[in-house]
C-alpha cells in the first residue's frame, strides 16, 4: 500500500482574488481612476523570492498626513519598515515609505480612524465598533490574530523618487 501525500491546498477563493483585483489595478493606473481613487490605492510590493513586483489594490484613509492601509498578512508580509514602495496614488504613481505599526494602543487608535472613516473595511475584516463608539477590543484581536495589519505610508514628495 503506497502513503499518499498530502499537499497543502490554496483556499478556493484565491485564484479568483487575482482575477477580480485585474480591473481595480487596471481603474486605478487609468485616467479613470476618480472612480475608485477615493478609497483606494496600488500597492507595488516586490516579492522576497521571486523579486516579482505585486500590485495590490487596497482601501486607505488619509490620517495626520499619511496614507493608513489595513492589510491582510500575505500582502504585506514582503514589507518592512522604511522599505520603499511604489504607491498609485489618485492616478499618480508615487513613491512612499511604510511603517509597520507595532504597538497595541497605536494598532487601536489607528483601528478606530479607519473603522470611523470606512466601517466597510471593518465588515471584511469583522472588526466593528462597540455600542460605546470604540473599537471591539475581542474582535480586534481576533483579527491580529489571523494576520491583519495596519500599515502608515508616508508618500514622498510628488516627483521624488
Do not use: C
Amino acid at each position: 500500500m503506497s502513503e499518499a501525500r498530502i499537499t497543502p491546498r490554496r483556499p478556493a477563493a484565491a485564484p479568483l482574488m487575482g482575477i477580480f483585483n485585474a480591473v481595480p489595478r487596471a481603474i486605478l493606473r487609468s485616467p479613470l481612476h476618480a472612480v475608485m481613487s477615493g478609497r483606494f490605492i496600488l500597492l507595488g510590493v516586490t516579492g522576497r523570492k521571486t523579486g516579482r513586483t505585486y500590485q495590490i489594490p487596497v482601501a486607505y484613509v488619509e490620517h495626520e498626513g499619511t496614507l493608513l492601509v489595513g492589510a491582510g498578512a500575505p500582502r504585506v508580509r514582503n514589507l518592512s519598515n522604511g522599505t520603499p514602495i511604489t504607491v498609485w496614488y489618485h492616478g499618480n504613481r508615487r513613491q512612499a515609505a511604510s511603517e509597520i505599526v507595532r504597538d497595541p494602543a497605536e494598532i487601536n487608535r489607528l483601528v478606530q480612524v479607519i473603522l470611523e472613516s470606512n466601517p466597510v473595511w471593518g465588515r471584511f475584516n469583522n472588526i466593528h465598533l462597540a455600542s460605546n463608539g470604540q473599537v471591539d477590543s475581542e474582535q480586534l484581536q481576533r483579527a491580529l490574530k489571523r494576520g491583519t495589519t495596519i500599515l502608515r505610508l508616508r508618500l514622498a514628495a510628488s516627483g521624488q523618487w
